[in-house]
């Protein structure tokens, strides 16, 4: 009876020492993280959405003023020249 009593203070000693084990590790890891500087941050973020929103609406600018000035009236004349049968 002794001899099981002992096995299992053994066992419970090697799942106790386990889970400080685990406790300490989730501890350590828990501070790196938390200590960590090398991440994203919301100001990084916030400056990359607005330099796309800011290069998209360039391009759209640019594509605008193409289209309007350059393709769009030489378009019509080429549909009017297109479809004017008395000429």
């Known amino acids: ?6 096995k ?3 066992a419970a000693s090697r799942k106790l ?6 406790a300490a590790s989730l501890t350590f890891r828990g501070r790196r993280i938390l200590s960590d500087n090398a991440g994203e941050g919301y100001i990084d973020t916030a400056i990359k959405i607005l330099l796309a929103v800011v290069l998209g609406a360039l391009l759209l600018a640019g594509l605008y003023a193409l289209f309007g000035e350059t393709v769009l009236p030489t378009l019509t004349q080429r549909i009017k020249e297109m479809f004017n ?3």
């Open 1 to 6: 009876m002794v001899h099981v009593i002992k």
């Open 8 to 10: 299992i203070k053994a």
């Open 17 to 22: 020492t386990a889970a400080k084990d685990a």
């Open 85 to 87: 049968y008395a000429g």
